[in-house]
């Protein structure tokens, strides 16, 4: 069984910082692309960012680019989404994934990629 756990959400003012992490547990996550994705109250949930297995390859959602970056420590078997510059449509439940298929990077924006999920971190910014 593998177990996903965010953490590092709260609140924050608008032009502030946060970094969410996600511990990997039950699996070899240093094989398996993450992502990250979040909702907001009355949206569907949406891709924020993904990381390859190795850490040397990322997207992300076009309205997180340059503000948003993902990365992992293999040997802690934890990713990371160092998020900066945060506006109020930031605000959402953020969600860790990790892919179905293990050293693959195809479609990775896509939910159903991805086998298990985390419980999710709210992240709430203020205006």
């Known amino acids: 069984q593998v177990q996903l756990v965010e953490s590092g959400g709260g609140l924050v003012q608008a032009g502030g910082s946060l970094r969410l992490s996600c511990a990997a547990s039950?699996?070899?996550?240093?094989?398996?692309?993450m992502g990250w994705f979040r909702q907001a109250p009355g949206k569907d949930r949406e891709f924020v960012g993904a990381i390859n297995w190795s850490g040397d390859n990322t997207v992300y959602l076009d309205s997180v680019k340059g503000r948003f970056t993902i990365s992992r420590d293999n040997a802690k078997n934890t990713v990371y989404l160092q998020m900066n510059s945060l506006t109020p449509e930031d605000t959402a439940v953020y969600y860790c994934a990790i892919h179905r298929t293990s050293f693959t990077w195809s479609n990775v924006w896509l939910r159903n990629k991805y086998a298990y999920w985390g419980q999710g971190t709210q992240v709430t910014v203020s205006s």
């Open positions: 039950g699996r070899t996550a240093s094989q398996y692309a």
